[in-house]
């Protein structure tokens, strides 16, 4: 599997200067943790900054607009991310589907564009609560990234797949071990088939969904499982740091 594991903080609508020292002590501590990888993708307001404070983690953009430029009131484009120091933008998020009613087809404009600006993709997908229940969650979740995995040669480089079932997003509830297996190993099965078995192996497939310290280890030990892409807990650097702590001493890291 894909070189070391990716711990992704991503901080939502919060966050004003004041948690630039978050971010400092993020940064430090990955200087000393470095058999993982870790980054955090902060509002627009504060990419910039973070990166000025930022010698070792990563950055990242929430979101971004499909076209270069133009009278979209409110909106940042890709090279605007990329401009401020995003190296990378997490796409087709559970809540920016239900926010903004973002559809496959916008994903994949975000996509391209994200990537015609020279950025790495995370790229969402996951299940509601009654598609689980219903037992149609591998199949639904196989759907959603037929219709926007990007056609890229390059994807060991360039593409990281995130699953975050809905209903562990914020709420304290997470998927089994079982459960998790089964999506990733489903997962990795459509990116060998998309992007061919050496491509596909160096694409990590993140877990999210209310990943803490106390069960990251159990979390990140699952097999096929690269990483976790963390809301809530990626808040403050202590809980933040605990789950890169854990990920640097998972076996495999
Ligand atoms: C997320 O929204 O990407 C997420 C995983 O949030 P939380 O960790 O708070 O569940």
Not at 188 to 196: A, F, K, P
Request: aromatic share 4%.
């Amino acid at each position: 599997m894909a070189e070391r594991p990716y711990i992704v903080g991503n901080w939502k609508m919060n966050g004003t200067r004041a948690m630039l020292s978050e971010a400092r002590a993020i940064d430090r501590a990955a200087q000393r943790y470095m058999k993982a990888e870790v980054a955090v993708a902060p509002p627009y307001t504060l990419i910039h900054a973070v990166h000025r404070e930022a010698e070792q983690i990563g950055i990242g953009a929430q979101d971004c607009h499909d076209g270069d430029d133009g009278a979209h009131t409110g909106d940042i484009s890709a090279a605007m991310v990329a401009d401020a120091g995003a190296k990378f933008v997490i796409l087709g998020h559970s809540e920016r589907r239900a926010d903004h009613k973002e559809t496959n087809t916008q994903i994949n404009a975000k996509i391209e564009a994200a990537l015609e600006a020279g950025l790495r993709i995370i790229l969402c997908c996951g299940e509601t609560l009654a598609t689980r229940e219903k037992g149609d969650a591998v199949e639904f979740v196989l759907k959603q990234l037929k219709a926007s995995l990007p056609k890229i040669e390059d994807a060991a480089e360039r593409l990281t797949v995130a699953y975050e079932p809905v209903w562990a997003i914020g709420t304290g509830k997470t998927a089994t071990p079982k459960d998790i297996e089964e999506m990733h190993r489903a997962i990795r099965g459509l990116l060998d088939e998309t992007y061919g078995a050496e491509q596909s192996a160096e694409v990590r497939i993140l877990y999210g969904g209310s990943v803490k310290p106390d069960n990251a280890r159990e979390i990140l030990s699952v097999p096929e499982v690269g990483g976790a892409l963390v809301g809530g807990a990626s808040l403050s650097a202590e809980s933040f740091l605990g789950i890169v702590v854990a990920a640097s001493e998972t076996e495999d890291a």
